[in-house]
Nanobody, 124 residues
């Protein structure tokens, strides 16, 4: 059974940076398209970014484009989300997501596996 474990969340001031990590266990990360979603209080879970199996293709939500970077190291079975120029509205629980197919992960319906989430809080 594939498990995804996120880390790296925390409290940061607006304009700061954080890097989230997601370790894949029980499977080989190169077998999965990976992505990140987030959910703010009172809101639906929303797509942030995804990355192809090889890492050659990435895609971002407009709200984070130019500030966030998704990457992966398949040798370490790990996916990353580098978040720069953080804004108050980036405050949310961030979830790692995986899909064993070859297509993209752009909606919650595309996701086969979820991590437990890590809290990111951006303060003024």
């Amino acid at each position: 059974q594939v498990q995804l474990v996120e880390s790296g969340g925390g409290l940061v001031q607006a304009g700061g940076s954080l890097r989230l990590s997601c370790v894949v266990s029980g499977g080989t990360s190169s077998s999965y398209v990976m992505g990140w979603f987030r959910q703010a209080p009172g809101k639906e879970r929303e797509f942030v970014a995804d990355i192809s199996r090889s890492g050659g293709r990435t895609y971002y939500a407009d709200s984070v484009k130019g500030r966030f970077t998704i990457s992966r190291d398949n040798a370490k079975n790990t996916v990353y989300l580098q978040m720069n120029s953080l804004k108050l509205e980036d405050t949310a629980v961030y979830y790692c997501a995986a899909n064993s197919g070859w297509s993209t992960i752009r909606t919650t319906n595309d996701v086969g596996y979820w991590g437990q989430g890590t809290q990111v809080t951006v303060s003024s």
